[in-house]
């Protein structure tokens, strides 16, 4: 078997297949083919055996038309194709770069083998591409959060100043016992709307850690019967002034603990009796019925509205998605009530009544004591 | 056999080598592997009566790593516009990829693929976008390369669409 000429060795070396462009327009191979191209190529067996372009490769010989170009100029000039990927009979992926050139009056075209280099690039460009669509997502998220941050507080805040206008409004009047006791009940709630805002803004400001997936230690879960409690207690005047019912269905037994902050899970339960209420028609009904379930814990908010349509169901939770059905802060209240519930492993949804209405529903899981 | 070159556009992370992936090898990698470059793939179609054979150019994503080179689009019957559901940029991306690329060597027909349809709780793009892009004459299709929802009758409506252009 004769020697390679020492070009040819340094060329193989280095990765590189070299073809001289005949003045028919085909590619010779100068000298003995190494075994990556063959192992692509097979034609190329024999030394000095013409590129099959066209069998070959469609990338090659769409550069070739640059190529051309290139050779035309002469010169100087240097056509490259860019990296490209072709596939060996046996599924083997080979990573390539074609260059043309004129050298010494010779149209050439060299295939490079990319090699190391080319992997270090691609790893490169591959952490730079991560990073981006991870600031991406990261970006998109920080932006919802601040429009929810913002819903939130802005409907807070516009409660909260409704409430202080009524408490002083009544206060200024000569007040028979129960409503001192009814304007206790009042403040409270202010005083708990102001915490809750001061809160959100504390939580979104830091790391959401507590409502956006952060782990909840067992000894800070809720305890859902006081949360619902404190939640009907909310919203019990409300209901009376509009005439709807609210009844419960409730078997209650002892202290049952769910993942998620007190203050959230009243809120969300709240959430969900408002948005019932606001559907409600006067003199219509509301029922709370929750069911406990082996690992979880299922409570119902039925109303006696309207039923909505099907795509309405699917819309009431998608993210800022204009509610097509009930008001913009009840769009926001179900968002709110969302990011709570999923972000501690729970459920929530809405569906048809049994016999009427809508029933508003979430599944949380129970923490087991230790 | 009739041969047509199609040519998958669209920034980077969106899932055009999925796509093809799905297409071509019934495939899908839940490891995102950047693509650098070009890789060429083929698969038969059916159009009516005929067979079409697709010579589908996977090309790295167009960002500000790397631009698309034009001369790669040379002699292409179709695009098939790729964007990532769950990330809206994406689609602004390829929206302005589209017009440059139009720029340089005119218009042909094309179809946008808004992939990643499987996570739909993230999902970005808007219902009312998609109706406005259809109002404007688009054909819009939601594909999920993952579960291979919509992959194949994304590249099979690009192919009836080049034969009726051709």
Same mark, same amino acid.
């Given at each position: 078997?004769?020697?390679?000429?020492?070009?040819?060795?340094?060329?193989?070396?280095?990765?590189?297949?070299?073809?001289?462009?005949?003045?028919?327009?085909?590619?010779?191979?100068?000298?003995?083919?190494?075994?990556?191209?063959?192992?692509?190529?097979?034609?190329?067996?024999?030394?000095?055996?013409?590129?099959?372009?066209?069998?070959?490769?469609?990338?090659?010989?769409?550069?070739?038309?640059?190529?051309?170009?290139?050779?035309?100029?002469?010169?100087?000039?240097?056509?490259?194709?860019?990296?490209?990927?072709?596939?060996?009979?046996?599924?083997?992926?080979?990573?390539?770069?074609?260059?043309?050139?004129?050298?010494?009056?010779?149209?050439?075209?060299?295939?490079?083998?990319?090699?190391?280099?080319?992997?270090?690039?691609?790893?490169?460009?591959?952490?730079?591409?991560?990073?981006?669509?991870?600031?991406?997502?990261?970006?998109?998220?920080?932006?919802?959060?601040?429009?929810?941050?913002?819903?939130?507080?802005?409907?807070?805040?516009?409660?909260?100043?409704?409430?202080?206008?009524?408490?002083?409004?009544?206060?200024?009047?000569?007040?028979?016992?129960?409503?001192?006791?009814?304007?206790?009940?009042?403040?409270?709630?202010?005083?708990?709307?102001?915490?809750?805002?001061?809160?959100?803004?504390?939580?979104?400001?830091?790391?959401?850690?507590?409502?956006?997936?952060?782990?909840?230690?067992?000894?800070?879960?809720?305890?859902?019967?006081?949360?619902?409690?404190?939640?009907?207690?909310?919203?019990?005047?409300?209901?009376?002034?509009?005439?709807?019912?609210?009844?419960?269905?409730?078997?209650?037994?002892?202290?049952?603990?769910?993942?998620?902050?007190?203050?959230?899970?009243?809120?969300?339960?709240?959430?969900?009796?408002?948005?019932?209420?606001?559907?409600?028609?006067?003199?219509?009904?509301?029922?709370?019925?929750?069911?406990?379930?082996?690992?979880?814990?299922?409570?119902?908010?039925?109303?006696?509205?309207?039923?909505?349509?099907?795509?309405?169901?699917?819309?009431?939770?998608?993210?800022?998605?204009?509610?097509?059905?009930?008001?913009?802060?009840?769009?926001?209240?179900?968002?709110?009530?969302?990011?709570?519930?999923?972000?501690?492993?729970?459920?929530?949804?809405?569906?048809?009544?049994?016999?009427?209405?809508?029933?508003?529903?979430?599944?949380?899981?129970?923490?087991?004591?230790? | 056999?009739?041969?047509?070159?199609?040519?998958?556009?669209? #920034?980077?992370?969106?899932?055009?080598?999925?796509?093809?992936?799905?297409?071509?090898?019934?495939?899908?990698?839940?490891?995102?592997?950047?693509?650098?470059?070009?890789?060429?793939?083929?698969?038969?179609?059916?159009?009516?009566?005929?067979?079409?054979?697709?010579?589908?150019?996977?090309?790295?994503?167009?960002?500000?790593?790397?631009?698309?080179? #034009?001369?790669?689009?040379?002699?292409?019957?179709?695009?098939?516009?790729?964007?990532?559901? #769950?990330?809206?940029?994406?689609?602004?991306?390829?929206?302005?990829?589209?017009?440059?690329?139009?720029?340089?060597?005119?218009?042909?027909?094309?179809?946008?693929?808004?992939?990643?349809?499987?996570?739909?709780?993230?999902?970005?793009?808007?219902?009312?976008?998609?109706?406005?892009?259809?109002?404007?004459?688009?054909?819009?299709?939601? #594909?999920?390369?993952?579960?291979?929802?919509?992959?194949?009758?994304?590249?099979?409506?690009?192919?009836?669409?080049?034969?009726?252009?051709?």
């Amino acid at each position: 078997m004769p020697h390679p000429s020492p070009a040819n060795a340094v060329l193989e070396t280095l990765g590189y297949a070299l073809f001289l462009r005949g003045g028919d327009g085909s590619l010779r191979e100068a000298g003995e083919s190494p075994q990556w191209l063959r192992s692509l190529w097979p034609a190329l067996e024999k030394d000095g055996a013409v590129l099959p372009i066209e069998d070959a490769s469609p990338f090659l010989e769409n550069f070739l038309i640059d190529a051309e170009a290139c050779w035309q100029e002469g010169g100087e000039q240097r056509a490259r194709s860019g990296p490209w990927v072709e596939e060996t009979g046996g599924g083997e992926r080979v990573e390539l770069e074609a260059t043309a050139m004129t050298a010494s009056g010779q149209a050439v075209l060299l295939i490079e083998r990319l090699g190391a280099e080319f992997a270090a690039k691609k790893n490169v460009l591959q952490k730079a591409r991560e990073t981006v669509i991870a600031h991406q997502r990261l970006n998109s998220e920080i932006q919802k959060k601040e429009i929810l941050l913002h819903c939130v507080a802005d409907e807070m805040t516009a409660t909260l100043a409704n409430i202080v206008t009524s408490l002083r409004l009544i206060e200024a009047e000569d007040n028979p016992p129960r409503t001192k006791v009814l304007l206790g009940l009042a403040t409270r709630g202010t005083e708990d709307q102001q915490r809750l805002i001061s809160r959100v803004l504390d939580v979104f400001s830091e790391e959401m850690g507590t409502i956006y997936g952060g782990k909840m230690a067992n000894g800070n879960a809720a305890d859902f019967w006081t949360a619902l409690s404190q939640s009907v207690e909310m919203v019990e005047g409300a209901f009376a002034d509009k005439g709807v019912k609210l009844t419960r269905s409730i078997g209650e037994k002892d202290t049952l603990r769910v993942p998620v902050e007190a203050s959230h899970l009243e809120r969300v339960l709240t959430g969900l009796l408002e948005n019932a209420l606001e559907r409600a028609s006067a003199g219509g009904a509301v029922e709370i019925a929750v069911e406990d379930e082996a690992d979880s814990l299922l409570c119902r908010v039925t109303d006696s509205a309207p039923r909505m349509s099907g795509e309405a169901y699917d819309d009431l939770f998608s993210t800022f998605g204009m509610p097509t059905a009930g008001s913009h802060a009840s769009a926001v209240r179900l968002h709110f009530c969302r990011i709570v519930i999923e972000s501690c492993g729970g459920e929530i949804g809405c569906e048809p009544g049994e016999t009427s209405g809508n029933s508003f529903w979430i599944r949380l899981p129970k923490v087991v004591a230790k | 056999m009739i041969q047509k070159k199609v040519c998958l556009l669209g #920034t980077s992370g969106v899932g055009k080598t999925s796509l093809v992936a799905q297409f071509v090898h019934s495939m899908f990698s839940e490891k995102y592997l950047t693509t650098v470059g070009v890789k060429i793939d083929k698969k038969t179609v059916r159009v009516g009566d005929e067979d079409v054979m697709l010579m589908i150019w996977d090309l790295a994503g167009d960002d500000d790593f790397q631009r698309l080179q #034009t001369s790669y689009l040379r002699g292409t019957s179709g695009f098939l516009l790729v964007a990532d559901g #769950t990330r809206a940029v994406t689609l602004d991306q390829v929206l302005e990829l589209k017009t440059r690329v139009e720029g340089s060597m005119g218009s042909a027909p094309f179809l946008l693929a808004l992939n990643k349809a499987d996570l739909a709780p993230q999902w970005e793009v808007d219902e009312a976008r998609i109706a406005g892009l259809a109002a404007d004459g688009w054909h819009v299709i939601k #594909t999920s390369a993952k579960a291979g929802e919509q992959v194949e009758d994304a590249f099979t409506e690009l192919a009836r669409r080049m034969i009726a252009a051709s």
